[in-house]
């Protein structure tokens, strides 16, 4: 169990699992069975719960309007909910344990933007307990298998005047994209290949590379990381709470005078199934003026 800002590990049946808790009082293990993620809950006071939902948490972060002045708040939901019962039990020192079997899902996903606005989307239970003592249980995976990229069209095309810009986009069978950039006529400053990513509201844009004239050779790859991390939280958590989920699962920031500083550049939790992804061709006019073509993209397994 964690509780505060110390990380230990428990051993489960698929090995050595993190469990990152904020929640005082209430003992938190996290295992996976017969291909099955199971969560457990053991209080000695018990759990007074009114129902438990499972789904899609959402770990929403941004700045709200509060008279003058705006305050950082962070906001936890679930998508399309579903009401699930849990294995109860009561040892003779009086103690509950509440045990949660989930079916297998998809990975989480997460964007966080350098002022700390962005939101995480992960396979979550949704604890229901009297007087706002709620329990949210985020299970924040990697992607467990290898991502396939696809395009809507292959072929990306932007004109203006007499200049043609294009890029041809070929899947590479190692998971990545590439892609034949060319930039004919004097028209376009430069053209450019950005991969869009988009989780909830929010969109983060990746320069792939850049063809100023003539033609060149582009490359991009997912981001992949590694972690499979149990957390859990109340309703809520500050900025330097959610700095520290972060910062072990790869994001890096600024030092600040109170919490932290900035993240530097934006973060990208994991590429996956659950983010939303255009590939644009750009060409720059200059004076903020632009062409631009583009398809959907996607990752799947």
């Known amino acids: 169990m964690v509780v505060g800002s110390e990380l230990v590990r428990v051993v489960a049946s698929r090995g050595i ?34 129902a438990v939902y ?41 103690s509950q344990t509440l045990t949660f079997t989930l079916q297998e899902s998809m990975p989480a996903a997460g964007l966080s933007r350098c002022r700390w606005e962005g939101m995480f989307l992960a396979p979550a239970i949704h604890v229901d307990v ?24 292959p072929l990306l095309s932007i004109a203006h005047d007499q200049s043609i810009a294009s890029a041809s986009i070929n899947i590479d069978p190692t998971g990545g994209l590439t892609a034949a950039v ?19 509201e929010f969109v983060s844009e990746e320069v792939i ?19 499979d991390l149990c957390f859990a939280m109340s309703s809520s958590m500050s900025m330097g709470e959610l700095a ?12 600040g005078f109170f919490g932290p500083g900035s993240i530097i550049a934006d973060y990208i939790l994991c ?8 590939l644009l061709l750009r060409g720059d006019l200059g004076l903020l003026h632009h062409e631009e073509d583009s398809t959907q993209a996607s990752l799947a397994w």
């Not at 705006?70 to 039990?89: F, K, V, Y």
């Not at 520290?244 to 030092?255: E, I, K, N, P, T």
Request: aromatic residues 10%; positive net charge.
């Open 182 to 200: 060319s930039n004919t006529g004097t028209s376009f400053k430069k053209v450019s290949l950005v991969m869009s990513r988009r989780v909830g």
């Open 209 to 227: 590379g850049e063809v100023g004239s003539g033609t060149g050779n582009l490359s991009w790859r997912p981001i992949m990381r590694s972690f």
């Open 17 to 50: 699992v993190p469990v990152y808790s904020l929640i005082g009082g209430i003992q938190v293990e996290y295992g996976v069975g017969a291909g099955q993620p199971i969560v457990k809950l053991k209080s000695s006071r018990g759990i007074a719960h009114r």
């Open 130 to 153: 009297p007087m706002g003592r709620d329990i949210w249980i985020f299970l924040i995976r990697s992607p467990w298998f290898p991502l396939k990229p696809s395009v809507s069209k």
């Open 244 to 255: 520290g989920v972060a910062q072990g699962l790869g994001a890096q920031f600024s030092s």
């Open 271 to 278: 590429d996956g199934p659950r983010t939303g992804y255009s």
């Open 54 to 94: 499972t789904g899609t948490g959402v770990l929403f972060f941004h700045w709200v309007q509060e008279g003058k002045t705006q305050a950082w708040r962070c906001d936890s939901s679930m998508l399309d909910p579903q009401i699930i019962q849990p294995e109860e039990a009561t040892d003779t020192g009086g």
